[in-house]
């Protein structure tokens, strides 16, 4: 059973559009869902996250928005730029233990075109 | 501030053997986190270490195990390895236990078994 799911492997966009990441979760005890970044040979990064008693949380190019009621995120960036070709992964933790045992979604690849 | 160290990059063993790797947190971090990512997969828990002891352990089989050291280092261990434990295998910090609480990742250990 996969509680966090992105079923867009991946997403190609041009320079400067907008990029639309999207997950959706089936746990509704998850309190926070966080966004992360992964270059190839490194390690994911920590992007942006939000709480589940919000449903947007903004970040310079980067906002995310949340909808409790569909179970759904979606991380939008605002230019695109083609530094931001990578793999995006959505997480989601919930209450009562540590942010460690996050439960990830696959992943989808984003690929913007100069 | 040296980011999550892990030892060594990459790995080659063969079906049946042992393996210990090695991830040296954020200095002050005090929890640590195993991830293994398998191609086209997302991140899946493996276990979470904090002040020496494992807090959380996810689905996977006994062959799995790992510690974690005064200094908060830890390490992981796989034994009796199969063709399928050929993954990137991620470590992550964090400050504190908070849900929500970005995660801190290092580049991975790549291993593969043949």
């Known amino acids: 059973d996969q509680q966090v799911k992105q079923n867009s492997p991946s997403l190609s966009v041009q320079e400067g559009r907008i990029s639309i990441l999207n997950c959706d979760y089936t746990?509704?005890?998850?309190?926070?869902f966080l966004w992360y970044k992964k270059y190839p040979a490194e390690g994911p990064t920590f992007l942006i996250s939000i709480s589940s008693i919000k449903d947007k949380n903004e970040d310079g190019r980067f906002t995310v928005f949340l909808n409790k009621s569909a179970k759904h995120l979606s991380l939008h960036i605002v230019p695109s730029q083609p530094g931001d070709s990578a793999v995006y992964f959505c997480?989601?933790?919930?209450?009562?233990?540590?942010?460690?045992?996050?439960?990830f979604g696959d992943g989808t690849t984003l690929t913007v075109k100069p | 501030k040296a980011g999550v160290t892990q030892t060594p990059r990459y790995l080659i063993k063969t079906r049946g053997q042992q393996v210990t790797l090695s991830c040296s947190p954020i200095s002050g971090h005090r929890s640590v986190s195993w991830y293994q990512q398998t191609p086209g997969q997302g991140l899946q828990f493996l276990f979470e270490y904090f002040s020496e002891t494992q807090r959380n352990k996810g689905n996977f089989p006994g062959r799995f195990s790992g510690r974690q050291f005064s200094n908060s280092r830890s390490e992981m261990n796989v034994s009796t390895l199969e063709l399928g434990d050929s993954a990137l295998y991620l470590c992550a910090s964090s400050l504190n236990r908070a849900s929500g609480s970005p995660l801190h990742f290092g580049n991975g250990t790549r291993l593969t078994v043949t």
């Open positions: 746990n509704s005890m998850f309190d926070y």
């Open positions: 997480a989601a933790s919930v209450p009562n233990t540590n942010a460690g045992k996050s439960t």
